[in-house]
């Protein structure tokens, strides 16, 4: 066998597969939309208030720091499903018939995953040129200053994303929605990481933030002796916010870019070494689509599953196969039964542990302060059940039962509210704790915030669930929203009133935004 | 009861129809699609399925325009896809209540309309499992079950017996028959045995064209007199099937017997035989017709 070949055809036809796909599309227009806002300055990378003239290495810089930072931390989730993919379409089990092994397969899916995240960063080095030229600080257009960081800082990043996304897809547990959201949280612990990083050896830094930050900062200190070591990716400068005198003598310095050594771009590399290494650990664990080698999850009596009874021919094909005429009437207004059972699809599959977990946040939510229980309780009482509430609004697709579910007698108007109702129900139940602590103490802005919050996760989730047909869009902005919200006191999106009041004069008309865009998106399912 | 479909159509791509001017009146009794795959079979039950929009036409039940009130056919239809999943956490019973619900059955009779039907598709002692360790053709049991939960009045089947074993096929044949009262059953499928054994009317689609609907009475009479049979050598063979449309062959010590459907006398030693509906399928779709 060509193993070279093999990779090749492999990564090649993966490759073609995703490019063609709408969230492909999707992905790239928000790539260009960041090229764009950091064109126009709304993204830019400053060292406290001051900042590198915009030549190629500042430029080059920049936007590979910030495709670093962008791609890998949404790239692994467009990357990641490859292999899920090829399990649902049955081309998995074609392939486990053929001599291909399992480090032959997962180096494919590796490459694929690599190249896919190399097309999206090529998108943004090109705009790099134009962001220069429309800066019109430098015209001088030298192409390794520019291209150099993305060579030698994005490329590893990319390497290290598409390794992970292949090594969370060959370990059961981490191959679902938990493995999304348990990878938001790799990528958050990365910087406590990069900060001591930085100081000792900044090469060794993932996202490369430590190695431009010396560099530059080097430069920065040369003609600003006052420069104190701050170092700031995204946020602009404005004179309002630093209170400073904002002459563009008084803030830029020359900077030609990181004197790229043997030993820095070795260290670089080695993240490719490791990303490798990971591909190889990943095929260990690789079950090369053997349903035998994956843990029968939440299914009891596996063992004995799949073996069918046995039954004797004579005795089937004697067996009455008359039924007896229905006599019942189809109700059309039976809505507390299909809510029910949309309640018990939801919570149908969670273990003891889960239940028990669940209590623990509602004795937790009511045995703690108020501000403890907004502050801290709350917001990971209502993290903890995500992989529910994402299943809202696309279960239908993602377990293909939406040609029987959507021929049923009223799918828009009972089925999918009965669906919104019961993922509000179940993050009602789940921060009750909390709200009986809130309604105790008095705490009417807490509680006010807490129904909004209720309100809006189910409604968020279904209309996310609805228009994309993946449980993973949600999985990803919820996290992010709840990162950046109650966790880091952003208050415009602090939807749980954690820290805040909240901000229920958006959430709850954004939800019932939300809840319309989800029955428009549906109707529109319905009538395809 | 009566479906009525009037040129019904479905446009794809600007330059692709999957169904065009597809007329069709449908009267109690089963209905059997037959066709090549690609034929527009699938698309066609999707549209009565309330599934698929059609681009142009009308499908009017009992006189009630479907696509404008889906909802009046939904309440009274047993749907069961070519290609369908289900939720494997729940076990058989427990889907079925769930599929039960969203058609809007009453809670009151449910219970013992699963126990029967769980019964018919001999999956009583695997009631109680997951559904995520179903086989294949434990699934489809699972989904002739939900087909037939609110006793529809229209059933339409597609590929009904894809991975049942042969006994759970007969099973399923019984089952259609003894259905076919007093409602009306369109069955979609590429086993000519499966139509032959219980269809009351045939229809035959090709290109997403009807070619032909009649009872397969009508349709055999059509070929009498056109299936031949006879012997040859067995390097014959293959110009013989370059020439004639060749519907069966058996190997025999004396050479092969081949079964061929034509107009006219192949051979000379060729003696005219009793037509099937494998014959009639050849015949028709070949377009010798």
Do not use: C
Not at chain 1, 51 to 74: D, K, Q
Not at chain 1, 155 to 180: C, K, Q, R, T, Y
């Amino acid at each position: 066998m060509n193993t070279t070949r093999v990779i090749y055809h492999l990564a090649r036809a993966d490759f073609l597969e995703r490019v063609r796909r709408y969230s492909f599309l999707i992905m790239l227009g928000l790539v260009a939309f960041l090229g764009y806002q950091t064109a126009v300055g709304n993204i830019t990378m400053r060292l406290d208030q001051y900042r590198g003239e915009f030549n190629s290495a500042w430029v080059g810089s920049m936007m590979s720091l910030i495709s670093s930072f962008f791609l890998g931390w949404f790239g692994f989730y467009l990357v990641k499903g490859s292999v899920a993919r090829d399990r649902e379409t049955g081309v998995g089990q074609i392939m486990a018939t053929t001599p291909l092994t399992r480090i032959l397969y997962m180096f494919g899916k590796f490459i694929s995953n690599f190249s896919v995240l190399v097309a999206m960063n090529l998108v943004l080095a090109i705009a790099t040129i134009g962001i220069q030229l429309i800066a019109g600080e430098s015209t001088q257009i030298n192409l390794f200053s520019m291209f150099a960081p993305f060579l030698f800082i994005t490329l590893p990043v990319m390497a290290l994303v598409a390794a992970v996304a292949v090594l969370f897809e060959s370990i059961g547990f981490l191959s679902g929605g938990f493995g999304n959201v348990v990878y938001f949280f790799l990528f958050i612990f990365i910087f406590p990481l990069a900060d001591t990083l930085s100081k000792t050896n900044p090469a060794f830094e993932p996202l490369g933030m430590g190695l431009i930050q010396q560099s530059a900062g080097e430069a920065a200190k040369a003609t600003f002796p006052e420069y104190s070591g701050g170092f700031v990716l995204g946020d602009p400068a404005t004179d309002e916010s630093l209170g400073i005198d904002f002459e563009p003598a008084s803030y830029i310095f020359q900077w030609d870019g990181v004197d790229w050594t043997p030993d820095i771009i070795l260290k670089r590399f080695s993240f490719i070494a490791i990303a490798i290494g990971l591909t190889l650990v990943a095929s260990i664990f690789f079950d090369r689509f053997d349903p035998s080698r994956r843990k029968p999850k939440r299914i009891k009596n596996s063992a004995s599953i799949s073996t069918p009874q046995i039954v004797s021919a004579s005795q089937t094909l004697s067996q009455p196969v008359h039924l007896t005429p229905l006599t019942i009437s189809v109700n059309h207004f039976a809505f507390l039964r299909v809510l029910f059972s949309e309640l018990k699809l939801l919570l149908k599959g969670q273990r003891w542990w889960w239940y028990l977990i669940m209590l623990g946040f509602f004795i937790a939510g009511l045995r703690n302060s108020p501000e403890t229980a907004r502050q801290f309780i709350l917001p990971f009482t209502w993290l903890f059940p995500i992989l529910i509430w994402s299943g809202l609004g696309n279960r239908e697709m993602h377990n293909n039962t939406q040609q029987m579910v959507f021929s049923s007698a009223s799918p828009l108007w009972r089925q999918l509210p009965a669906q919104w109702l019961a993922g509000f129900i179940v993050t009602i139940l789940t921060g009750s704790g909390v709200a009986i602590n809130l309604l105790s103490a008095g705490d009417t802005v807490g509680l006010l915030a807490w129904f909004s919050a209720a309100i809006f996760i189910p409604s968020f989730a279904l209309a996310s669930g609805v228009l994309s047909n993946s449980h993973k869009v949600f999985e990803v902005l919820y996290v992010t929203l709840w990162y950046l919200g109650p966790m880091n006191k952003i208050y415009p999106v602090d939807y749980l009133g954690a820290n805040s009041n909240g901000n229920i004069g958006f959430f709850i008309p954004f939800s019932i935004f939300l809840i319309i865009i989800a029955f428009v998106g549906r109707a529109r399912q319905l009538q395809n | 009861m009566q479906l009525s479909i009037t040129n019904l159509g479905k446009q794809y791509r600007r330059d692709f129809w999957g169904l065009r001017d597809f007329s069709l009146e449908i009267k109690s009794g089963i209905l059997g699609l037959l066709g090549p795959n690609g034929a527009g079979k699938s698309t066609f039950m999707r549209m009565l399925a309330t599934i698929t929009k059609p681009t142009e036409g009308t499908i009017l039940w009992n006189r009630t325009d479907v696509v404008k009130s889906p909802d009046t056919l939904r309440a009274v239809l047993g749907y069961l896809p070519q290609d369908f999943g289900v939720y494997p956490n729940l076990n058989a019973i427990e889907f079925l209540e769930y599929m039960a619900a969203i058609k809007g059955l009453d809670a009151n009779g449910t219970k013992k309309r699963i126990d029967e039907l769980l019964q018919v598709v001999n999956l009583v002692e695997a009631a109680k499992r997951p559904l995520g360790g179903y086989s294949g053709g434990m699934k489809q049991r699972v989904g002739i079950a939900q087909a037939l939960l609110n006793d529809p009045q229209l059933l339409i089947v597609d590929e009904p017996t894809v991975g049942l074993d042969p006994e759970e096929r007969v099973r399923f044949r019984n089952l259609l028959s003894d259905l076919s009262g007093e409602r009306i059953v369109i069955l979609s499928t590429h086993i000519v045995s499966d139509v032959e054994a219980t269809a009351t009317h045939i229809a035959l689609v090709n290109k997403g064209q009807l070619l032909r609907e009649s009872s397969p009475e009508d349709l055999l009479k059509e070929l009498d007199g056109k299936v031949w049979e006879w012997i040859v050598k067995s390097d014959d063979l293959p110009a013989l099937k370059q020439k004639h449309i060749v519907s069966g062959t058996i190997r025999r010590s004396d050479g092969v017997q081949v079964r061929v459907v034509s107009n006219d006398q192949p051979e000379a030693q060729a003696r005219s035989v009793s037509p099937n509906l494998e014959d009639a399928y050849l015949y028709f779709i070949g377009g010798n017709a």
